[in-house]
């Protein structure tokens, strides 16, 4: 795959990513709790994480247009979902607050991170090639 396929798909996967962010965590906490929701009962948690994913989604669509434009985004999107991811590995092996096992997440919303993470790097141009390629 060359620069500008790269280029070419880092735009794609920048829209799923954004629309999915901004559109499925609510019914995937819903539909999937053991594996995207951290307890069960009431909490205001949950329309936390959907109102901050939510509007890094929003973001992320508009970073779509013009990606080498928008790098430091896209990298915080990177890290930033390695760094939640792992911390959600390690604590998946726990037991939640309602006494109930975690491991669900293994098969959740961890490895969606972790997958949106090494996508993204994959594709994101560094260093002179961000520079070099055409808009």
Known sequence: ????????????????????????????????????AWHSGHSDYPLMMVGIYATLGVFLLLASRDPLKHLSLIWFTVWSSVVHGAIMAVQSFGIGMDGASQYGHLLGDVPALLIVAVVLAFLTPRGEKAHLLPD
């Open 1 to 36: 795959m060359n620069d500008t396929q790269k280029l070419a798909a880092l735009r794609i996967v920048l829209i799923v990513v954004g629309l999915i962010a901004v559109f499925a965590f609510w019914p995937l906490m819903v539909l999937w709790p053991s594996g995207w």
